[in-house]
């Protein structure tokens, strides 16, 4: 069974740092585009940052010069490295791929499960 699972979220003070963490497992023929989304509550999910096979990335407006994203091919590994966080940023971060594997050949994204990030003042 195909899994990603996100740990590293926390508490943090304002102008701290965090760093995320996505590895991928399971039977997996190939990792294409991964990202980092977040939600906060009564919000919308949103996207964060996103990188390609490339590697190419993109971020929101919001978090641009603060986070960086990394993938590791070996390791199957996304990465999201947050610094200057802000209480704005508390929200459940997930990490998301779109990966080929034996039950979707084609690829298909996958959901992790979520990590918190607060954030306080």
């Known amino acids: 069974q195909v899994q990603l699972a996100e740990s590293g979220g926390g508490l943090v003070q304002a102008g701290g740092s965090l760093r995320l963490s996505c590895a991928a497992s399971?039977?997996?023929?190939?990792?294409?585009?991964m990202a980092w989304y977040r939600q906060a509550p009564g919000k919308q999910r949103e996207l964060v940052a996103s990188?390609?096979?490339?590697?190419?990335?993109n971020y929101a407006d919001s978090v641009k010069g603060r986070f960086t994203i990394s993938r590791d091919n070996v390791k199957n590994t996304v990465y999201l490295q947050m610094n200057s966080l802000k209480p704005d940023d508390t929200a459940v971060y997930f990490c998301?791929?779109?990966?080929?594997?034996?039950?979707?050949?084609?690829?298909?994204?996958?959901w992790g499960q979520g990590t918190q990030v607060t954030v306080s003042s």
């Open positions: 998301n791929a779109d990966m080929k594997t034996p039950t979707t050949p084609w690829g298909s994204k996958y």
């Open positions: 990188i390609t096979s490339g590697p190419m990335t």
């Open positions: 399971g039977r997996i023929f190939s990792i294409n585009a």
